[in-house]
């Protein structure tokens, strides 16, 4: 099992440890690039890859922890996608 299947499926767990880093790779993994808008978007970041709905979110701060309900937001939309 490569990294990202491994990624992949730590994700599908839900852990309440899943970092900002982690979903960064992920994303990379699956074609997506991060788009944050320069030095005035603060904390919000955007995923886009061509042929797929693009991902909003905010970067977890002061910790890179991911908050439980974007974990669980983060798996449904990449399952609405068919991404996994």
Do not use: W
């Not at 970092?19 to 990379?28: N, P, S």
């Not at 919000?44 to 890179?64: D, Q």
């Amino acid at each position: 099992m490569g990294k990202k299947e491994k990624l992949i499926a730590r994700l599908m767990t839900e852990p309440a440890d899943f970092t900002f880093d982690e979903v960064e790779t992920l994303l990379g993994y699956l074609g997506y690039e991060k788009d944050n808008k320069g030095k005035t978007s603060g904390s919000r970041v955007k995923f886009t890859c061509p042929g797929h709905k693009p991902f909003l979110m905010h970067r977890p701060h002061p910790s890179n922890i991911m908050r439980p309900y974007q974990v669980k937001d983060l798996v449904t939309e990449l399952e609405k996608e068919g991404l996994i």
